[in-house]
């Protein structure tokens, strides 16, 4: 499976930005697929998750201003994230896993990260 994340870019704090992550490849396969973050200098950490049936998980910190969704062919998931803060500079990069989801950084496949800028 390869994922292409994609939607990265520069906003101001109090924007919006749409992520997407596109996979190809074995995708007859049902995944739980997730997205994580890298701050400059820090881990990656959680951001958000959606299970095959839907169910969706956040982070706290984003709670409220980011939804992940999934596309009419669950292929392709999306993160909507308003309401931007400096704090959510990352890198961002989504994942998938055929078990299911986990907020921990144990999924089986990543996509390269796109870059989200947030300025003050």
């Known amino acids: 499976v390869q994922l292409q994340a994609s939607g990265g870019g520069l906003v101001q704090a109090g924007g919006s930005l749409r992520l997407s992550c596109a996979a190809s490849g074995r995708t007859s396969s049902r995944y739980g697929m997730g997205w994580f973050r890298q701050p400059p200098g820090k881990d990656r950490e959680f951001v958000a998750a959606?299970?095959?049936?839907?169910?969706?998980f956040y982070a706290d910190s984003v709670k409220g201003r980011f939804t992940i969704s999934r596309g009419n062919a669950k292929n392709t998931v999306y993160l909507q994230m308003n309401s931007l803060k400096p704090d959510d500079t990352a890198v961002y990069y989504c994942a998938a896993d055929p078990r299911g989801v986990s907020k921990s950084p144990e999924y089986d496949y990543w996509g390269r990260g796109t870059l989200v800028t947030v300025s003050s």
């Open positions: 959606i299970g095959w049936s839907g169910s969706t």
